[in-house]
């Protein structure tokens, strides 16, 4: 970057899809240890699990301190894995259910489950106090001994409890009541008015409520309350937010370019003719509408700009009227994507991703997943900005 040059605006945007954010746990890992110089991460935005890796990414760099943000990147999908005994029998339970050809209906409304979820939690609560888990060290004379011991078989209250885990590793309490920059922007949709909703920390503090209801899937995760609205997972609306970087936005603060973490592939090489293969496909593309009309509204506005820009070339008085101020606010937005490579990431190619896997929080997949992440994002950075393919 010469010396007197501005680094690049830079807006990233994450694609939810669960389990397979780990990805973008490490995309997002390399790019903050990118030390060149030639970016600024100035805006993200996310959905679901990508809302998770974007806002503890969004902590680290309001506090200046990208080496922070990788860190709890790191560590929050550590802890997010299935460690214990116990965890991992629910993993694969979890993941049991999900390619059962058999499919049982619950609500997760229904008295027995919430029941059942409130003694798994109470359960794990009362044997983390007895073993001193998170009280400074001040065990009791017998579970000094026995914790080492028991430590991997708990089932920790915060492996079935988002917003535990969440404030585990982000200060809710400490945020400002609305920050400029970075902004941070969160998908979620309002169920009973079907209202597209971005969470803005322009605009207000960003809650843990905010996340739990970008990531509550309405077949797994009642509805979650913030403020007087009620929110289902951003899925259904924006996966994730992307034309809030621009619409609403002086000229001087929008992103130079937006780059997308994208999950779900674009394409497939084959028809989908099993029951799996169809029900995979169809929730890679409803995740994938959203996101693809976000990107179309940027395309848009990008083509009002470059008829603006032709149009004060051609006639150069224009610039200075009322309609040459109202143009001169659009601003063409480069975008390019960031996409998991399957197969990159399964070199056997006997394996692939999907739906089920999405619920996989085994601790070899989740790494492989952030491994493939930082993989990817290096891949980008060494073709950035000669190489890269906008949109």
């Known amino acids: 970057m010469e010396k007197d040059q501005k680094p690049l605006r830079v807006a990233i945007a ?3 899809g669960g389990a397979h954010t780990a990805f973008t746990a490490g995309v997002l890992d390399r790019l903050l240890e990118d030390d060149r110089q030639s970016f600024e991460i100035v805006s993200l935005s996310g959905t679901s699990g990508g809302a998770v890796c ?15 943000a990788r860190k709890l990147l790191k560590d929050f999908w ?3 894995s299935a460690n214990s005994l116990l965890e991992k029998l629910w993993n694969i339970s979890a993941l049991s259910a999900a390619r059962s050809p058999i499919e049982v209906k ?3 409304y229904f008295p027995g ?3 059942g979820m409130t003694q798994v939690r109470l359960q794990g609560e009362l044997l983390q106090k007895l073993l001193g888990f998170g009280d400074g060290g001040q065990l009791s004379p017998w579970s000094s001994f026995f914790r080492p011991q028991l430590e991997g078989f708990i089932l920790r209250p915060e492996f079935i409890d988002l917003q535990r885990l969440l404030e585990k590793y982000i200060d809710f309490d400490s945020l400002p009541d609305t920050l400029e920059s970075p902004q941070l922007l969160v998908g979620a949709v309002q169920v009973c008015t079907g209202q597209f909703k971005a969470f803005d920390s322009r605009q207000e503090k960003i809650l843990p409520e905010m996340i739990l209801a970008s990531a509550a899937l309405p077949s797994l995760f009642k509805a979650v309350h913030v403020k007087d609205e009620v929110y289902w997972d951003g899925l259904f609306s924006q996966n994730p937010p992307i034309r809030e970087f621009v619409c609403g936005v002086e000229r001087t603060e929008k992103p130079d370019q937006i780059w997308v973490v994208q999950i779900n592939p674009r394409e497939r090489d084959k028809e989908p003719t099993t029951v799996e293969e169809i029900l995979d496909r169809r929730n890679e593309l409803s995740g994938n509408v959203s996101l693809q009309q976000e990107i179309n509204s940027i395309k848009t506005l990008n083509k009002v700009a470059g008829a603006a820009e032709d149009l004060f070339t051609a006639h150069p008085e224009l610039s200075d009227s009322p309609a040459g101020e109202a143009l001169r606010k659009y601003k063409q937005v480069k975008i390019c994507r960031i996409e998991i490579d399957e197969t990159e990431l399964f070199s056997d190619q006997t394996s ?5 896997s999405k619920l996989d929080r085994s601790p070899e997949f989740i790494q492989q997943l952030v491994e493939h992440g930082q993989s990817q994002a290096q891949s980008f950075l060494n ?5 890269t393919v906008y949109e």
């Open 14 to 16: 994450c694609q939810g």
């Open 113 to 115: 489950l919430s029941w």
């Open 106 to 108: 619950v609500s997760p």
């Open 352 to 356: 692939d991703l999907d739906y089920a």
């Open 54 to 68: 974007a806002l503890i990414a969004w902590y680290g760099l309001s506090q200046k301190n990208p080496a922070l």
């Open 383 to 387: 073709g950035w900005p000669e190489k």
């Open 78 to 80: 550590a802890d997010n």
